[in-house]
């Protein structure tokens, strides 16, 4: 299988991955009537006044590009904390992660004082945090599968310690 040697890329790829899944949830949330409007409508409240603009074309576009450029971010981060800390324990750190910058995310939108569409019921704001979790454990299950092994290669901490294990580089080296 392909695999990714680059963190930007495989961030932006894992990133979109996870931005597909939390669309989804989103949607099926707004139109069970779970959440008052859609992230994309939230995000567009970023730059647009009425919520009819949120609403248009335009507006969800709008919504969508932040949307996904914050995806990207994540995916990136996410890309990051793996290759510092392993590909161990995916469930807790993608939860962690996806929560966490979705929290983040809602926090940022909400504070904005010229950000006038925004939900405000408990409902809306955990139909996103369940979103946000789904694009965590994605986008953190795409970076461990699509990631090359030597990303996740810890480096000695210093140059008097000898590594425990061998380096993927080292091991096809012998080889």
Do not use: C
């Not at 932006?12 to 069970?32: F, M, R």
């Not at 996806?98 to 704001?125: E, H, R, W, Y």
């Not at 946000?132 to 210093?158: C, E, R, W």
């Amino acid at each position: 299988m392909f695999k990714i040697k680059d963190r930007i890329l495989l961030g932006t790829v894992a990133g979109l991955a996870g931005d597909i899944a939390k669309n989804v949830i989103d949607e099926i949330s707004h139109k069970n009537k779970l959440s008052q409007r859609s992230f994309r409508e939230t995000a567009a409240g970023v730059w647009v006044k009425k919520n009819s603009e949120a609403k248009s074309l335009q507006g969800q576009i709008l919504g969508g590009l932040l949307d996904l450029g914050m995806s990207i971010a994540g995916g990136v981060g996410i890309v990051y904390l793996l290759t510092e800390t392993g590909r161990d324990r995916l469930i807790t750190k993608g939860l962690i992660s996806g929560v966490g910058l979705g929290s983040m995310i809602n926090f940022m939108i909400g504070a904005l004082p010229q950000n006038k569409i925004k939900p405000t019921d408990a409902t809306s704001n955990l139909s996103y945090m369940v979103s946000h979790a789904a694009y965590g454990l994605i986008t953190t299950a795409m970076v461990a599968k699509l990631g090359h092994p030597s990303l996740f290669d810890k480096q000695p901490i210093n140059d008097y310690l000898e590594p425990t294990e061998l380096t993927t580089e080292q091991q096809s080296q012998k080889q």
